[in-house]
């Protein structure tokens, strides 16, 4: 640039520039214009990769602590593809796209932003968890409901839940990842709506001021959300099956999840939530079994805790039973809600409301997980799509790199006119940890991996899989001698997270002490 900073007041065209003040307005990237309406992002960055290896960072000397974070927040405003987070364990952590990324900015954070020395922990790889109907399912738990379904009662025996989990069609958890902005976009204006009611309520005068301004928008709002409901609906019928019915299951849609935009659905077949995709919420909701004739206007429904399903739904979802990861691809069936007060609880059925909602949580939350393992679990790896250029000398190499790392060759072809060949290939992120090291040894440093976040794949095998047929106990034996890698992907993050680990030896080898007296 220059030697010295000067003061201006106006800059010609193609000149570069400073401005002071800006700290905290804007993050990454920003557009100046004299008109803020309808303005647009015109330097916006676009990635090309998502970050998704997760490390925690530490520096050397406690004392140091301001300095990283402030160096962390410089990284996150100069690298348009690192992040930077505080999780509520207070931990601080920093997404980067992969393990070269992630040398990068450790090496800017030591050198140039932070200036200290900072302690990398172990990277944490995301998982997702998701069930499938698969041949070799072990029987239901209870034979004489369907697979799925959990009938369970709160501790204080007030109110029974029933609920049905099964797997949504593949087409359908496509659908709903690729329209997640669409989602939250839908989610954000039932809120507004639901805030300028309440306004309303408040004060009479304001509601008939922004009742104009509500029909000016209303049509957008219905077209999008009509729009998004027929494409759902074709959708299910899409990918439904002839043993398999999903009709009128987009009109009873409560939720999504997790945090309300996820791949996940809970349906409401009792009437006692309020409907997402349904301007206009019917008024009449489950009614307990225990009343008969006119209710009190203080005696607990089912409405009274649609609100905690919902959330205890969120929270099913967002860990799954697995290894605590997130799910997709699950549609959550609210059957029946009973609510059975006896005649001294109804007196004070408003006080029983705060105890009953812990009860209720709890109770929803655990028994999503009970039916969520009565189908055949999966876990989905993050997967890389891998790049290579190598020759014909290294090509046998090259695939026994990628093979040892479960990897998995998409296709191959020869550049014309040079010797090189380009392969591609999907490689699980959890095993490319020194991937590109490894291979450069390999090949003598004749190839070279570019590697890109591509998505989440499943990988079809059975954590909890024992072999049971005859054919499987000859091969195997009882102890089942073949690696379950879905079981060793499992039980890395449980244990990670603290989670227990069925069948885990802490003491392998252990002797009786010896003293040189005895």
Known sequence: MGRGLEPLTSVPAGVVFGIAGLEGHILKSGTLCSQLDGAVNLAGVSMGSQPIVRVALEPANPGDLDKMVNGMKLLEQSDPCAVYEVLESGEHVILTAGELHLERCLKD??????????????????????IVSAMEMAAPKDKSLPRGTVVVQTTSKQITIRLRVRPLPTPVTEF??????IVRQLYAERQAKETAKQEAVKDADEAVEDRDADRRTQTIDLVSMLDFRAKLQDTFTEGATQSESWSNVVDRIAAFGPRRTGPNILVDTTGSCQKFLHDEQP???????????????DTLTAKDFSDKISYAFQL????GPLCGEPCQGLAVFLEEVTVALTPEDESSSKDMH?????????TVRDSIRQGFLDWSPRLLLAMYSCEIQASTEVLGRVYGVITRRRGRIVSESLKEGTPFFTILSVLPVAESFGFSEDIRKRTSGAASPQLVFQGFEMLDEDPFWVPFTEDELEDLGELADKENVAKRYMDKVRVRKGLPVKGRKLVRDAEKQKTLKR
């Open 316 to 319: 099913a979802m967002a860990q």
């Open 176 to 181: 709903l990842e690729r329209n997640v902005g």
């Open 109 to 130: 954070l030591r050198e140039r932003f932070a200036r200290c020395e900072i302690q990398a922990g172990e990277p944490i790889v995301p998982y997702r968890e998701t």
């Open 354 to 362: 705060g105890r009953l909602t812990g009860e209720v949580i709890k």
């Open 283 to 297: 008024a009449q909701h489950l009614k307990p079994d225990s009343a008969s004739g006119p209710q009190r206007p």
